[in-house]
């Protein structure tokens, strides 16, 4: 029964029981961002020891889940309760539970609502861990959660002050706040990234927040309303908030649009909405070909395919205008959304599954646009008309999809293929229509007006081998997705594309962004006959993928790889790898909440170091955020400069509680296999051995063995000092991108200097050579784990400069071993002077080309 914490009229507070007995944990403490980082709602976590999942309050049913691991009831004030019986679950289809409820049964606290069977789930799940979460959070003003103990039906783990109930149309207070105005700082204004990193910071207020700029304004608890309001960089925008915490609100807010919303200068790696990563490029000319048989496009994913034409058709899906009374059709949208999150958790789950965090944000970002309000306002209103659910929804989206297509803005308008992504998906259930999936012939090249990223998770790869859409652009979802699958694609191309008769033959270039029609049969033989010999050459290279990586005249190089998970640890082992030349660290802080444990980085460190066993090195350079690198739980103030201030080794100074945590589980892990800490963004000699000794003093406490140290050489300052740190270290590991970038003052993500950023620029060339000379001095050796370490014209240069290491993407690892066999020495030694010599990155290249 649900317990009033105190005799209001408003019934302002909730206490929930324990719906099973266990140990209650944080949310965030949960391993999967999709609960940890709230983007559900808030609650907490049961690791349960019984297997019946009861009614922690009254209330009604509201939603079953299909694979019955997950149901929400409703309480009388309103109150959406989730509960989710562990991770993944959804992948047993319904295995092991059995549910002792339906849709609408009302239910009282105690009542059994699922059986499941514990041991099959433990098996067969990633975590029993089960979800309470409060779905609709926004009602609740205050939680208080327990710890400890439960047993199910006896203790209470929550209790929850909820907002007082006021008229739809009236605010909590009539205190009106207005800021100041406010120019927006942030490179391409207010994106998808921004944006959401905005209304999730707007949704923790009671106060209506709207922003206005001109005579438009938006809601901010609205990501979607906040990309069409198309807020760019410069722009003069105000903050308009009404209700009882309207100051505080404005205050935040306010300094968090000033700040850059967590993007002042570059793109963030992670934020707080998990908004995936979106490469920034200016629109692309639109251009015409005078060929009739070639249609130009944008190259959105690299690669060439022959093959035959399928257009892709939208399923239309069609729906009664006219509903049942607005309560039933209120319901019948809110079940379906929530079924629809499921959905888009279990795609999040199998493309996170694949070890590729970045590309599941995109999913996770999918999730924001299932929360948004300004959708579900929209589309209330439309219900309370005596609409029905699916053609309010249907008409909300669909609106909404249109306006944000429209916008000038690269960035958002590409964001529309996502609301219409996730409107189809809601339809489908609200309508009952199953997904048609068409079957592809042999050597499909796809069609399409657009794809939508679930398109791209769902695709039969075997059929399918590039796409062609007439929407989109590089920085599209769909785009990001192709490049991460290596599908060759082009988007933007001309209209006329989607008159081609399915079966047409083409060429599609994804490298030059072309759609050569009708080729000749010669032609088609020509490239399928380059593809397979490159196809050949990989295989062999990979077939010899374990031979060591000798020139022929005897000098030795080693090959590692540059690694974010155990995953890609594995498979550089498969290819040929002989250790891991820099575990990116940063990878395991990101999208979660609050930093991992040491008992959670002592886990993958070893992990990793056991699949690389005792011999093979595991090189792990610790924590690296800051400047380009923010993390949502580690806040950074704002900075001029952020590439010139708190970056890599600085913030574990400042933190050091996060720093000394890592350097514990690097050292309890170095049990496992051949372990070496690298330290990076390393400028001064005081850095390095303040490093050591905070080392030492956290070796001391465990009584473990030592380890090898090394220091990243990114800032010129490491170069020049090389013979000097060489005495204080064990090894270099030179990483030329920020080198690069150091050296040449310019920003490597910066859409009009990024061309000239050539890590094979001279000046580059002389600090690596002065790098090589000082670790000699000292008897030391010198790796290089930045990008051109993989860039086949580098590798004859870094081997005559003297490198011993080359830490590289896991994909090359078997060409680029197959390269240095072919090489000599003696060779790439008088090829490095000339290089040194040289006075451009064009002239360098040049000299590599000629040989």
């Known amino acids: 029964m649900i317990n009033i914490l105190t005799p209001v009229s408003q019934g302002d507070g ?126 609740v003003v205050d939680f208080k959660t327990y710890s400890g103990y439960a047993i199910a039906g006896e203790n209470v783990i929550l209790e ?43 949704k923790k207020y009671q106060s209506k927040i709207r922003l206005k700029r001109g005579d438009q304004d938006a809601n901010v608890k609205s990501v979607v309303a906040l990309m069409g309001l198309e807020v760019n960089h410069g722009d003069r925008v105000v903050l308009i908030a009404q209700g009882a915490d309207a100051a505080a609100a404005i205050a935040e807010l306010c300094e968090a649009i000033r700040s850059g919303l967590g993007e002042e200068g570059t793109p963030p790696m992670a934020a707080p909405a998990s908004i995936a990563k979106l490469d920034i490029a200016a629109p692309p000319p639109h251009r015409r070909s005078d060929d009739p048989n070639l249609l130009l496009g944008v190259a959105a994913s690299s690669g060439v395919a022959v093959g035959y034409t399928f257009r892709v058709r939208e399923q239309e899906i069609k729906v009664v205008e006219r509903g049942d009374n607005p309560n039933t059709e209120r319901r019948k949208l809110e079940t379906a959304i929530e079924q629809a999150k499921l959905e888009v958790e279990a795609l999040r789950a199998k493309i996170h ?33 005596g609409n029905s659910a699916a053609f309010a929804w249907k008409q909300t989206f669909t609106n909404s999809a249109e306006e944000l297509a429209k916008l000038h803005n690269e960035l958002l308008s590409q964001r529309a293929n996502d609301v219409r992504d996730v409107g189809q998906r809601v339809l489908r259930i609200l309508t009952g229509v199953n997904s048609t999936k ?121 090959v590692v790889a540059n690694i974010g998970s155990k995953i890609e640890a594995e498979t550089s082992v498969q290819l040929g790898g002989e250790g891991v030349g820099l575990l990116r660290t940063e990878f395991i802080f990101m999208d979660r909440s609050s930093a991992p444990t040491e008992d959670e980085q002592t886990e ?34 704002h900075e001029e400069n952020p590439f010139l201030g708190e970056r890599g ?78 005495k204080e270290v064990d090894f270099f590991s030179i990483g030329t991108n920020d080198l690069t970038q150091y050296t040449l003052a310019m920003d490597r993500g910066h859409p009009k200097l990024a061309p000239f950023v050539d890590g094979l620029n001279p000046a580059l060339l002389k600090l690596i050579d002065l790098t090589v000379k000082g670790a000699n001095q000292q008897g030391k050796w010198v790796g290089v784990c ?63 080309e000629a040989g």
Do not use: W
Request: negative net charge.
């Open 353 to 385: 599954g694949q070890g590729d965090p970045g590309k599941a944000a995109i999913f996770a970002a999918h999730q924001e646009l299932l929360e948004d309000p300004e959708l579900m306002e929209i589309s209330t209103s439309a219900i309370d008309k």
């Open 649 to 726: 080794i600085r913030v574990g100074f400042d933190r050091p509680e996060i720093l000394r945590t890592q350097l514990r589980a690097i050292l309890r892990s170095a049990t496992s296999g051949n372990l070496k800490i690298l330290f990076p963004m390393i400028a001064r000699l005081e850095e390095i051995k303040m490093a050591k000794a905070m080392l030492e003093e956290e070796r001391e406490k465990l009584k473990t063995p030592g380890v090898s140290v090394g220091i990243m050489v990114e800032i010129p300052a490491a170069a020049m000092m090389a013979e000097q740190f060489a």
């Open 786 to 848: 930045g990008g051109i370490a993989s860039d086949s014209q580098a590798i004859p240069l870094l081997i005559g400069l003297g490198v011993k290491e080359l830490s590289v993407s896991v994909p090359s690892i078997p060409t680029i071993k197959a390269q240095i066999r072919e090489l000599s020495l003696v060779q790439c030694q008088e090829l490095a002077q000339k290089a040194l010599n040289a006075e451009t990155g064009a002239e360098v290249r040049a000299l590599v």
């Open 14 to 139: 909730v206490v929930l029981k324990a719906p099973l007995s266990g140990y209650i944990l944080p949310i965030e403490q949960v391993p999967d961002p999709v609960f940890a980082q709230k983007m559900v709602g808030d609650g907490i976590s049961i690791d349960p020891i019984s297997n019946v999942l009861i009614a922690p309050c009254d209330g009604e049913i509201i939603q079953i889940h299909p694979s019955y691991h997950a149901l929400t009831l409703k309480t009388p004030e309103g109150l959406e309760v989730l509960m989710h019986i562990g991770l993944n679950t959804v992948t047993l289809r319904g295995e092991g539970f059995q549910p002792k409820v339906k849709m609408g049964d009302r239910i009282q606290t105690g009542d059994p609502l699922i059986e499941f069977d514990i041991d099959y789930v433990a098996l067969n799940a990633k975590s029993l861990l089960t979800q309470i979460v409060i779905t609709n959070s926004d009602q």
């Open 438 to 558: 068409p079957i592809y012939p042999n050597h499909t090249i796809l069609i399409a007006e657009d794809l939508t990223p679930s398109d791209m998770a769902t695709l039969d790869r075997s059929k399918v081998i590039g796409f062609c859409t007439v929407a989109g652009g590089t920085t599209s979802h769909v785009a990001i997705l192709a490049r991460s699958l290596g599908i060759p694609a082009i988007a933007g191309t001309e209209a006329q594309v989607l008159d081609l008769t399915d079966g047409t033959p083409v060429i599609l270039d994804g490298n030059k962004g072309t759609l050569k029609l009708n080729p000749t049969s010669a032609e088609m033989e020509q490239v399928k006959a380059l593809q397979i010999k490159i196809a050949e050459k990989r295989k062999a290279d990979v077939a010899n993928g374990m031979k060591p990586a000798m020139t022929q005249d005897g000098y030795r190089m080693e």
């Open 604 to 637: 993958i460190y070893s992990s990793i170091a056991q699949v690389l066993g005792k011999e093979k090195p595991l090189i792990i350079r610790t924590l690296d955020v800051g400047g380009d690198k923010p993390l949502p739980y580690l806040p950074i103030p």
């Open 160 to 202: 929850l002050s909820l907002i007082p109930k006021v008229s739809e149309n009236i605010p909590t207070s009539n205190q009106i706040i207005t800021s100041d105005e406010i120019t927006i700082p942030n490179p391409t204004g207010l994106h998808a990234r921004p944006s959401a990193v905005l209304a999730n910071l707007a």
